[in-house]
């Protein structure tokens, strides 16, 4: 599979795009993010597991669906 399908959502088409978080609200299962451009969003973590700072997620419609790289 190449890169290029597995960002995209079979269902709708819409790419998922890489997100680091940058800080977690474990009590609703949720952490705040930033994408490459700098901008933030709200993201549902509860399909990843739990996420720590410097964790990469590829985030689709508001909800992380793998994590991609983790702190070092």
């Known amino acids: 599979m190449s890169d290029v399908e597995r960002h995209h959502c079979i269902t709708c088409s819409d790419e998922g ?3 680091t978080v940058l800080a977690v609200d ?3 299962v949720l ?3 930033e ?3 700098g901008s933030h969003s709200t993201v549902e973590t ?3 597991g739990e996420v720590q ?3 990469v997620l590829l985030v689709h419609a ?3 669906l793998a994590r991609t790289g983790t702190p070092a």
């Open 62 to 64: 508001g909800t992380a």
């Open 17 to 19: 795009c890489e997100m």
């Open 26 to 28: 474990t009590e609703r």
């Open 46 to 48: 509860a399909l990843v």
């Open 53 to 55: 700072p410097g964790d």
């Open 31 to 33: 952490a705040l993010c």
């Open 35 to 37: 994408e490459a451009d």
